[in-house]
T-cell receptor, first 115, second 121 residues
C-alpha cells in the first residue's frame, strides 16, 4: 500500500532562515507526490507536485521540494522563511488502487516561523 | 479560492442527531472526495465519488453515507451523531480516473473546499 511519513510533528524556524519539512514515501511503482498547506481555519491549499522530470519542483509562495528516489524522500524547502509561512503542512502520495485516484496524506507537520 | 464550495461553514448539533454536509466541486471536476480532520486522527479519507458512483472507501463509519448527484454536487450524511464525530469535514474535487500518466486527468491532485466544522454537544 502507498504511504507517506512526516517524521516531525513540529518544525521551528527563525524568520529569514531556510526551512525544511520532511516527507518520506513508500510506493509501488512511480510516485506522484504532493505538498499541501493548511492555514488556521482554512481548507488545504495545493503547493506543488512531483510527477516526473526534474527532481527539484518549484511551487507556490516560494516553496520548492526535492524528490530523492534513493532516499524515498520528498522534502519541502524554502530558502528564507516568513512568519506568514506558519501553518500545517501535509505531504501526500497518489494511490490508484482500484483504478481511481485518491490521495494518502501524512500526519502533517506544524511549521512555526518566529520573528 | 479553490473553486470548491462547502455548506454550511459551521454546524452545532446534539448527540443522536443527523446532519447533511454539502459540497459543490470545481467546474469540470468529476471526482469528489470527503475527508475528516480531527485533532487526534489527522486527515482521514472517508469516501470518493466519480460521476455519481462510489469509487473508493476509506475509514468511513456505517453511520455515515454520501452520494453524488447528477449535477455533481455531493452530500455527506452523518447520523446517530456522537461526541467523537466533532471534526472538520473537507470536500475535495479533482480529476477523474487513475489513468496512465500523460493522459487527460491522470495527475491526481485535489482541490479542497473551506470545510464544515461540526460540533456535537
Amino acid at each position: 500500500a502507498q504511504s507517506v511519513a512526516q517524521p516531525e510533528d513540529q518544525v521551528n524556524v527563525a524568520e529569514g532562515n531556510p526551512l525544511t519539512v520532511k516527507c518520506t514515501y513508500s510506493v509501488s511503482g512511480n510516485p506522484y507526490l504532493f505538498w499541501y498547506v493548511q492555514y488556521p481555519n482554512r481548507g488545504l491549499q495545493f503547493l506543488l507536485k512531483y510527477i516526473t522530470g526534474d527532481n527539484l519542483v518549484k511551487g507556490s509562495y516560494g516553496f520548492e521540494a526535492e524528490f530523492n528516489k534513493s532516499q524515498t524522500s520528498f522534502h519541502l524547502k524554502k530558502p528564507s522563511a516568513l512568519v506568514s509561512d506558519s501553518a500545517l503542512y501535509f505531504c501526500a502520495v497518489r494511490d490508484i488502487t482500484g483504478g481511481y485516484n485518491k490521495l494518502i496524506f501524512g500526519a502533517g507537520t506544524r511549521l512555526a516561523v518566529h520573528p | 479560492d479553490s473553486g470548491v464550495t462547502q455548506t454550511p461553514k459551521h454546524l452545532i448539533t446534539a448527540t443522536g442527531q443527523r446532519v447533511t454536509l454539502r459540497c459543490s466541486p470545481r467546474s469540470g471536476d468529476l471526482s469528489v472526495y470527503w475527508y475528516q480532520q480531527s485533532l487526534d486522527q489527522g486527515l482521514q479519507f472517508l469516501i470518493q465519488y466519480y460521476n455519481g458512483e462510489e469509487r473508493a472507501k476509506g475509514n468511513i463509519l456505517e453511520r455515515f453515507s454520501a452520494q453524488q448527484f447528477p449535477d455533481l454536487h455531493s452530500e455527506l450524511n452523518l447520523s446517530s451523531l456522537e461526541l467523537g464525530d466533532s471534526a472538520l469535514y473537507f470536500c475535495a474535487s479533482g480529476d477523474s480516473t487513475g489513468r496512465l500518466p500523460g493522459t487527460s486527468g491522470s495527475l491526481g491532485e485535489q482541490f479542497f473546499g473551506p470545510g464544515t466544522r461540526l460540533t456535537v454537544l
